[in-house]
């Protein structure tokens, strides 16, 4: 298992200057970095490739910079959807040229899209088409590809395990795997050991932070109940911190997050990790 957490807890945008961050992370015992690319995000992937070797840190992306909303392969429109497809594939490609494992999110559609009616009866198998696309590319690139079913408040797609395993299933290709992040399931859910064990065939990983977007612990999402089904089903995959550092500006409020949950990145840091920690010891025991 692989401990991580995402640059947005220490920097706002990631460049070719940011790369200190790495140092810190891997300072902080992190093993992964999270890094998200869009088209505001400028940076040598060589560089950026080659700290994260020197450091042992394993890369991920995802597409979290500006991702135009006419990329969207869930769009009604066609001519969207084959923009969405090209996107992600440009994603895709600094991905591999960074050495990242995986690439991430919301790729079923485009997070903030939400269309607030019955889903036309094709519209999950265009979806599909258009993921079995972008895996088939990402397989010959290296770099898996992980869905993250996200709150109904930020997309109609695909909201729970169940629903992002449909579309698995559905675009039949081995290089689709599963994020499953405990902020957003919090609205989706009442049983999220239930989660886990739905996604556990394709699960890569967790994103972890509270219900408030806040460090682990203390809130209500229940971490035993995580932490043993993950035990139970034998994960062995990421778990990767994910929140806004509140103290960078405007960002969090850029961000939409408009509490201060995260003023120490580094604080944040270490905090979830000696809290996730004690729980995967004691189920991993249990188990």
Known sequence: MILGAHTFILVDHWSDGALDVLD???????????????????????LTRKRAERLGL?????????????????????????AGVEWHKRQI????????????GA??????????????????????????????????????LA???????????ANTAAQ????VELAGHDNLRVLLDTYHLVTETRDY?????????????????????????????????????LAETRFDGFILFETYNSSLGDFAWRRGLFHDVCPDGE????????FIRRHIDANHQAH
Do not use: K, Q
């Open 24 to 46: 810190r992370m891997a300072g902080l015992g992190l093993g992964c970095a999270e890094i998200s690319l869009g088209d505001d995000v400028v940076f040598t992937p060589e």
């Open 58 to 82: 394993t890369l991920v992306a995802s597409p979290g910079g500006l991702w135009p909303a006419s990329c969207d392969i869930s769009s009604d429109d066609p001519g969207e959807r084959a």
């Open 93 to 104: 490609d600094t991905a591999a040229a960074l050495g990242a494992v995986a690439y991430t």
């Open 107 to 144: 790729l079923y559609g485009h997070p903030g899209t939400v269309r607030r009616r019955i889903p036309p009866a094709d519209e999950p198998r265009r979806v599909a088409d258009g993921l079995r696309a972008l895996a088939e590319h990402a397989a010959r690139a290296g770099v898996a």
């Open 147 to 157: 869905l993250e079913p996200m709150s109904h408040f930020r997309t109609h797609v």
């Open 164 to 167: 992002v395993m449909r579309l």
């Open 193 to 229: 050991a239930g989660e886990v064990r739905t996604a556990a065939p394709r699960l890569w990983g967790i994103h972890a932070c509270e219900n408030d977007r806040g460090v682990p612990g203390g809130g209500l999402v229940p971490w035993s109940s995580v932490c043993a089904a």
């Open 267 to 274: 604080a944040f840091i270490r905090t979830g990790l000696a």
